[in-house]
């Protein structure tokens, strides 16, 4: 009985994987052929590579993975790449693939310090360092604007109404719940005829 109920639950989780892994691959086909983000792109290939490892299917996840991988290293999409790898090791790790773990483990670690290291980098920046700066004026003047708004309390009454409320004459001299309603009214006269 317990086993039974164990083999149901297995099925329907493989069933919800597989219904991600059908809905995954429109999106990639969609992204693919309409947008053209080959980042994106590599993405989903890891996404799908993933839940093809989740299903065990190892022949499959490694080809996906090593699509998703070269796409990634084509594009220079470390953080993509980390994450394509990460994958890999367990994959290795499920089939048992001691060598290919040690060295995919090697290249994740140095492809981590990469990225550190070009965080590092653009952070120590003069113009990321402007960037910042100037980004701080403009929240701080934002802020500012809130608080007199705040300040000015009730006085500054705003109609919901858009064009009313930004000084635009309206097309029409009813309110928009005046609208509402008359639609609502509307529409149970039609339902009781």
């Not at 001691?98 to 965080?119: A, F, P, S």
């Not at 590092?120 to 003069?126: G, L, P, T, V, Y």
Request: some cysteine; charged content about 25%.
């Amino acid at each position: 009985m317990l086993e039974t109920q164990i083999r149901m639950l297995i099925l329907k989780k493989r069933g919800r994987i597989v219904l991600s892994i059908n809905r995954l691959a429109f999106g990639l086909q969609t992204t693919h052929n309409t947008l053209g983000n080959l980042q994106l792109v590599s993405q989903y290939l890891t996404v799908l590579g993933n839940l093809a490892l989740a299903l065990t299917d190892t022949v499959q996840a490694r080809e996906i993975l090593r699509s998703s991988l070269t796409l990634a290293k084509k594009l220079n999409d470390i953080p993509t790449q980390i994450w394509v790898l990460s994958n890999l090791t367990a994959l290795y790790q499920q089939l048992g693939e001691k060598g290919n773990e040690v060295e995919n483990l090697d290249y994740q670690t140095k492809k981590v310090e990469d990225l550190q290291k070009r965080i590092a980098d653009a952070c120590s920046s003069c113009h990321h360092i402007e960037l910042i700066a100037k980004v701080k004026t403009e929240a701080h003047q934002l802020s500012e604007i809130d608080i007199k708004r705040a300040i000015s309390g009730p006085s500054m009454r705003v109609d919901l109404d858009i064009p009313e409320s930004i000084g635009l004459s309206a097309t029409s001299p009813m309110s928009s719940s005046t609208r509402l309603m008359d639609f609502d009214m509307g529409r149970l006269r039609k339902r009781k005829t």
